[in-house]
């Protein structure tokens, strides 16, 4: 049978192992140790980042051109695909919309050089007037608004 000895060296640590769990509650509750090891109660002090604020140009969502493809007018920007919704204002296409202009700029090689200049229609779903970003005047297709 093993015999264990409960000398002062055990109860010592014993004794120690409690006096850190109860340093480290009084830590977590707000308090504080002073390195003379006298106990100062307080609320924590609490230190506030900076914001940090972006000044980030709006995403653009209205294409400078568009083209009719039979059933609505449709534009790109950045590679991605919007139509000229109700009230004027561009939407991102749907899967149905995506798929039915595909099969018409299929049958269109080069629409894309061919698309009429949009000077009317610069408002985003957002509601935001977007300007031209190549500017009026300054490239881009020739070819001036049609009405539909």
Known sequence: MIK??????TKCKRMGMLA????????L??????PNG???VGLPVVTYAPVVVVDAPEPVLVP?????????NVGMVGGAYFYLGPGNVWLACDGYRMDRFHGWAGGHPGW????????R????????????RNGPGRGGPQKREEHH
């Open 4 to 9: 264990i000895d409960r000398t002062k060296g």
């Open 64 to 72: 400078d051109t568009y083209v009719w493809d039979g059933y609505e």
């Open 112 to 119: 894309e050089g061919r698309g009429v200049r949009n000077d």
């Open 38 to 40: 006298q106990v100062v």
């Open 20 to 27: 850190l769990a109860a340093g480290g509650i009084a830590l």
């Open 29 to 34: 509750a707000g308090c504080a140790v002073e």
């Open 121 to 132: 229609y610069r408002t985003d779903h957002y509601g935001h007037v977007q300007q031209r």
